[in-house]
């Protein structure tokens, strides 16, 4: 089976730096990835990391380490439309899924 | 190009009436998805289909059959909804590549009384 674990709340203020970890156990391993969903919204696709290292798409960053089953998302020069729930989900080589519980950022002015 | 669409956005069911949640996406993927989310937790897979004509379950498959009605579309039904049931439902398309990336819909509200 698959499980992923991450914090369940994080607050930062504005203009701040955030990182969210994810643990994941797993069967098989082929990426993880990162959604964000703001209350009331669909998960929209943030990153995806198949490989170990970072990597960097505008203010948000994702790192993988496959040695570790760990991985995180950094969220750079923070804004409140940043406020919303944070999803690592990790896939396996067929096609199934499995997200984390989620984080819950409160961004504060 | 409208992504994922689902429809109804939003269902009341009494307990043990059927209903069929629809789900279209156009842009050419393969695989699909049907995720239940219940408030303040993740996402659980229901059931996936890798490719047209092909079904299979995923963590919480009881009580919910699906369709592949072709590449666009994929249906999720309850033959006699329980109030356990009472959820926000997602469909999901996947591109599969160097960025694995689901689109989602804008999901399926369903109260159960």
């Known amino acids: 089976g698959q499980s992923l674990e991450q914090p369940s709340e994080v607050t930062a203020v504005e203009g701040a730096i955030v990182q969210i970890n994810c643990t994941y156990q797993?069967?098989?391993?082929?990426?993880l990835s990162w959604y964000q969903q703001h209350d009331g919204g669909a998960p929209t696709f943030l990153s995806y990391?198949?490989?170990?290292g970072l990597e960097e798409t505008g203010r948000f960053s994702s790192f993988l380490s496959r040695s570790d089953s760990y991985g995180y998302l950094l969220l750079q020069e923070l804004q409140m439309k940043d406020s919303a729930s944070y999803f690592c989900?990790?896939?396996?080589?067929?096609?199934?899924?499995?997200f984390g519980p989620g984080t819950r950022l409160s961004v504060l002015p | 190009n409208a992504g994922v669409t689902q429809t109804p956005k939003f269902q009341v069911l009494k307990t043990g009436q059927s209903m069929t949640l629809q789900c279209a996406q156009d842009?050419?993927?393969?695989?699909m998805y049907w995720y239940r989310q219940d408030p303040g937790m993740g996402l659980r897979l229901i059931y996936y289909?890798?490719?047209?004509?092909?079904?299979d379950k995923g963590e919480v498959p009881n009580g919910y059959n699906v369709s592949r009605l072709n590449k666009r579309e994929f249906s999720l039904r309850l033959e006699s909804a329980a109030p356990s049931q009472t959820s926000v439902y997602f469909c999901?398309?996947?591109?599969?590549?160097?960025?694995?990336?689901?689109?989602f819909g804008p999901g399926t509200r369903l109260l159960v009384l």
């Open positions: 999901a398309s996947r591109r599969v590549g160097n960025q694995e990336t689901q689109y």
């Open positions: 797993t069967s098989g391993f082929y990426g």
């Open positions: 990391n198949g490989l170990d």
């Open positions: 989900a990790v896939s396996d080589y067929g096609q199934n899924f499995v």
């Open positions: 842009m050419n993927h393969n695989s």
């Open positions: 289909s890798a490719s047209e004509g092909t079904t």
